[in-house]
């Protein structure tokens, strides 16, 4: 009986690799995003994106909050904590992003996140990779946790993003990826839809530690920060149970 499966399987997977090859010849590669062709001259090397795609959903601020990455409309010559950082201090050590929340970027996050595109989370994943490699490297996290969805948000869009994405990290960075840690106790209101006060006061007590497990350097993923306030949540209970946090995500959008 195992051998007739493990031969099944075979022939689905070659059928399966005949007819993405078959599909590359009839219909060219085309960005994920713009939907333009894709050719080696406007193709991002190792993402399905066109370079102009892949360029802006990597656009960096020309200076930034060292501890919550937060975009200063002008540049300094010393780095300084932004006044949200030097009046409530984050308990994470850093917040890093692959890019400013561009229109493309905007885009992106809201298809992946809203349009079922999960097929999206291996190129934006990619953007991570490409910009913070030396940053994750240099951490050298023990764990991989991603913002945790509510069972009823989980179900209604099929997939928690952060998921996707921290497994894409995890896989290139072979660091394991905790998904029963953290957990989201309550649906709360979309924090787009809601100002920094507001925001603070819908994750209130929303998180919760599931899953007891030694001190770790913890690596938060999430898809978009504005206000920080879910990043600063996870990472302060995070922390009250012995754990080093520093977050990475897709978009920075400014407060």
């Known amino acids: 009986m195992k051998f007739w499966r493990s031969l099944l399987s075979q022939g689905i997977k070659r059928t399966k690799e005949e007819l993405s090859w078959l599909s590359c010849q009839l219909l060219p590669p085309h960005c994920q995003l713009c939907r333009a062709p894709l050719t080696t001259i406007n193709s991002s090397t190792s993402t399905s994106l066109c370079y102009h795609c892949a360029t802006q959903c990597k656009t960096s601020a020309a200076d930034c909050c060292p501890r919550c990455n937060e975009p200063y409309a002008t540049s300094s010559v010393t780095r300084h904590y932004c006044s949200q950082c030097l009046r409530h201090p984050p308990q994470f050590l850093w917040l890093k992003t692959a890019g400013i929340y561009t229109e ?47 069972s009823s948000r989980l179900k209604e869009r099929g997939y928690n993003q952060s998921v996707l994405l921290a497994r894409h990290l995890g896989k290139e960075f072979q660091i394991p990826v905790c998904t029963k840690t953290l957990f989201r106790n309550r649906p709360t ?34 898809d978009v920060v504005t206000t920080t306030s879910t990043a600063r949540s996870c990472a302060h209970l995070l922390t009250t149970h012995g754990h080093t946090v520093a977050v990475i995500a897709l978009g920075r959008a400014s407060l």
């Open 104 to 150: 493309t970027m905007a885009s992106a996050i809201h298809q992946f996140k809203y349009q079922g595109r999960a097929s999206l989370a291996k190129p934006l994943a990619q953007c991570i990779i490409t910009q913070l490699a030396q940053d994750i490297t240099a951490y050298q996290p023990d764990l991989i946790i991603p913002v945790p969805l509510h």
């Open 189 to 222: 209101s979309p924090q787009t839809l809601l100002n920094a006060t507001q925001r603070r006061n819908n994750l209130r007590g929303v998180f919760e530690i599931r899953q007891t497990i030694p001190p770790k350097q913890i690596l938060l993923i999430d």
